[in-house]
């Protein structure tokens, strides 16, 4: 272990001194990328884009256009080389490359180059060194990587989950996770970023509906939008995805389906468009990623009405369009409305996607594309065309004039630095929903503990809490550990895992129930003993990397395994009991939400997750997250999420077996109460600015600080078309201190008033608006009413 650190030492140090920018190519303000002497236009910073865009595409051979449409996945998944080889000028990237997708991030094989920083940092210019000297025309590459929940990288700051965030309904908080995951992808050499995920999540049995920010498309694209902003205020490109339609497949189902998400075109723009339009129009995304479903009958990567007429066209999208991995070789492999890769590379450039990716050599997808090219099924217009919108975002990120980390040394002082460190534990906290908290037992008093029984197979967990979509090999402190740390010396800690996550029949065990084994009896008697001697019990139960997450959708919502039993088990003994919900999704907890007096959703939070929950649970941090999405009684109820059509309406009184939610989108309890008052809505400016108004006041009537997420409904009283019974338009998390009162505004414009007609025109139609504001989608406190036209 200590002859592999000094011997990464000695690499890095050598490539310290080896690397100088001084070499010929290397000019006084600009460098000489094709090598011939002269400043040619695309390497002359005072020209304008097109122009150098222009230049440099009259100036590329078919090869070296062909290689800006694909890209080259990193060391360990296709690369054999950690740093440039001289086999490399026998392959196909000798004529260069779009990006290189996470390359030495310290996720696959070996740390190598991935830590400490700055040896990420040299490692990423020497590649770019190489790539500029090497190659004949000299064009920079974009590194890409993942960045849901924080940048995947060895070490980076690890953040709570998208879902998690979104539990926190704070804009502000959102743009500086952005900011920190940008900041840390600059640092490292990173310049494209692919986060946030935009899918609306509206089947909770999908896997990746942890990795959304929810199923409102306003909230979705709120947040969103300010993850993109925080990520590009650093120069790193924001890739969004899945573009399009890509949450909701058949019956929720992932892995190989990804089929046709049955959606109407009208509800396909109203929830699963619109946050990308807003992440698009609104924060400027730079780039997309296509996703693997059709829509119709028509593969999304193959679809000039989304890739064109939507995304370009109607969004104004400028940036460019990579696939999601092996969506492009789906075209013959899957959905066989293409021959093979020279076809369906016809059919996805002329739709509009930019790069293929794939965890393959890119050598495949070149040779098929130069097939069609040659044999004139390809249109050289179309390579070309593809090509300028690869070439424009790497100007416009300044790839051209400043190809490298700068200052290599500064990373080891910009990643996972102290404040980016509060901000996750800060995400932690705000991403805390509390369920339900019967006769005040929240807080504890840890002074006042003397037997406590931590209890559960999250308990301990730590290797799930991890993300293959986040920062890698970062120690997260687990829930007993978080716990523990915060009880004095006096208390006695008793532990049982009680059960695993799953049991050995699962899946099967969501559909069918299975006798106990005699191991698992033992572990579940084990935990019943020491919950019997607990003055308090922790319950630690949900998910694991094997019930929650990509191709890991689910039959059923319960708890998965033998949890449920374990659970009934405990509840049995009446002792006072917080059941603390660990995973990705909502559960069909009715028995808990009867039996348990105590519960809180925690989602996954990221490095900090036992110090947040231990935060709440003792009364440090007074939780104040909602639902970003609701928690249905049932599997059967599915389609049912937020929000609903009047023929869905979980308000409804008669079959209330199968109405309702467990708990509402946008529900959350505290540990205080508020007051809400003095509702006014002001038109008047909207003439002038197309805003109206709305202003109202939140008090503080409890005994101790806490935040409040006040929420923004309305719900078009009479219209041409069926519309939502309530939408989501405005949101603010507001802290007070008790007493404390605050006057809070939002604004409404006329698209947030709008709707799609019968002709698909969107327009906001005359009529009267109930505009509700609330703590809750089910619990409104102030409503009132206006009319349009407002004049």
Not at 148 to 157: D, F, P, Q, S, W
Not at 352 to 378: C, M, Q, W
Not at 593 to 599: E, F, M, N, V, Y
Not at 662 to 682: A, E, M, Q, R, V
Request: charged share 25%; aromatic share 10%.
């Amino acid at each position: 272990m200590i002859y592999k650190y000094r011997f990464t030492i000695v690499i890095v140090f050598l490539l310290l001194c080896s690397f100088k920018q001084e070499g010929t190519v290397y000019k006084d303000h600009w460098i000489d990328f094709n090598k011939n002497g002269k400043k040619d236009v695309y390497e002359d910073i005072s020209k304008p884009i097109d122009e150098r865009v222009n230049d440099l595409l009259q100036q590329m051979t078919v090869d070296e256009k062909t290689c800006q449409l694909a890209t080259l996945y990193g060391y360990g998944a296709f690369l054999k080389d950690r740093l440039p080889a001289s086999s490399w000028k026998d392959s196909v990237w000798k004529d260069g490359i779009a990006n290189i997708d996470e390359q030495l991030t310290g996720y696959r094989r070996d740390t190598l180059y991935a830590f400490p920083y700055s040896s990420h940092a040299q490692a990423i210019n020497t590649i770019q060194k190489w790539f500029i000297e090497e190659t004949r025309l000299g064009i920079p590459v974009d590194f890409t990587t993942e960045g849901i929940r924080g940048l995947n990288h060895m070490k980076a700051t690890y953040f709570p989950s998208q879902l998690a965030q979104a539990s926190s309904f704070n804009k502000n908080l959102v743009r500086q996770i952005g900011n920190v995951t940008g900041k840390e992808a600059k640092a490292l050499g990173y310049t494209n970023v692919y986060s946030p995920i935009l899918d609306v999540a509206s089947d909770p049995r999908w896997g990746r509906i942890e990795e959304t920010y929810g199923c409102d498309p306003y909230l979705v694209g709120q947040l969103g939008k300010q993850n993109i902003l925080g990520i590009q205020e650093n120069g790193v490109i924001s890739t969004v995805k899945h573009f399009a339609v890509y949450s909701i497949p058949v019956g929720g189902r992932d892995g190989g389906v990804r089929t046709d998400p049955h959606v109407a075109p009208r509800e396909m723009w109203n929830l699963y468009l619109e946050p990308f339009r807003v992440g698009i129009q609104e924060a400027k995304a730079k780039g997309v990623m296509a996703s693997y479903n059709d829509y119709d009958g028509v593969p999304i990567i193959a679809s000039t009405y989304f890739l064109t007429d939507i995304l370009r066209k109607q969004f104004g999208f400028n940036g460019y369009v990579v696939s999601d991995s092996h969506a492009l070789e789906d075209l013959f492999d899957k959905y066989h409305v293409a021959v093979d890769t020279a076809d369906a590379a016809r059919l996805a450039l002329t739709a509009g996607l930019n790069v293929r990716t794939e965890f393959h050599n890119p050598a495949d997808y070149l040779r098929g594309l130069r097939r069609g090219i040659k044999n004139g099924s390809i249109a050289m217009s179309v390579v070309d065309l593809r090509v300028k919108e690869v070439l424009k975002v790497k100007f416009e990120i300044g790839l051209f004039d400043h190809p490298f980390v700068e200052n290599v040394k500064a990373a080891d002082q910009i990643v996972h630095t102290k404040d980016a460190r509060n901000i996750a534990l800060q995400a932690a906290r705000e991403g805390i929903v509390l369920l339900k908290n019967k006769d005040n037992l929240l807080p504890l008093n840890p002074e006042k503990l003397k037997n406590i029984a931590i209890i559960g197979p999250n308990a301990k967990e730590h290797e799930s809490l991890l993300s293959r979509y986040g920062p890698s090999r970062v120690r997260v402190t687990t829930v007993f550990e978080g716990i523990t740390k915060m009880l004095p010396a006096s208390v006695n800690v008793l532990y049982a895992k009680g059960c695993n996550h799953t049991d050995d029949h699962f899946p099967e065990s969501d559909v069918e129930s299975f006798p106990l084994s005699e191991q698992e009896k033992k572990g579940i008697d084990q935990a019943m003993e020491i919950a019997s001697k607990a003055d308090v019990v922790f319950l630690v139960l949900g998910d694991n990397e094997n019930t929650i997450g990509e191709t890991k959708s689910r039959l059923d919502l319960k708890l998965p395994g033998h949890q449920e039993e374990l659970l009934e088990r405990v509840a049995a003994l009446n002792k006072p009991t917080i059941l603390l919900l660990v995973g990705g999704r909502p559960a069909t907890i009715n028995f808990a939400s009867k039996h348990i007096p105590a519960i809180l959703e925690t989602w996954y939070l990221g490095e900090y997750m036992g110090n947040a929950i231990a935060d709440v649970v003792f009364g440090r941090y007074n939780p104040g997250g909602k639902l970003s999405v609701p928690f249905p009684k049932s599997v059967g109820q599915i389609p049912l999420s937020f929000p609903m059509k009047p023929s869905a309406d979980a308000h409804s009184s008669s079959d209330a077996n199968v109405n309702g939610f467990i708990y509402p989108f946008g529900y959350g309890l505290s540990y205080t109460t508020f007051n809400y008052s003095d509702l006014k809505i002001d038109a008047g400016t909207y003439q002038k600015s197309g805003k109206i108004k709305v202003d109202f006041k939140i008090t503080n009537t409890g005994k101790i600080r806490g935040d409040e997420v006040a929420q923004l409904y309305f719900h078009d009283e009479v219209s041409s078309v069926t519309t939502y019974v309530m939408n989501l338009r405005g949101f603010e998390r507001i802290s007070l201190e008790p007493g404390e009162s605050k006057k809070v505004s939002m604004v409404l414009t006329s698209h947030d008033l709008s709707l799609l007609n019968q002709k698909m025109e969107r327009i906001v139609e005359p009529g009267w608006f109930k505009i509700m504001i609330g703590s809750s989608s089910e619990d409104i406190r102030l409503t009132d009413r206006i009319k349009f036209p407002l004049y």
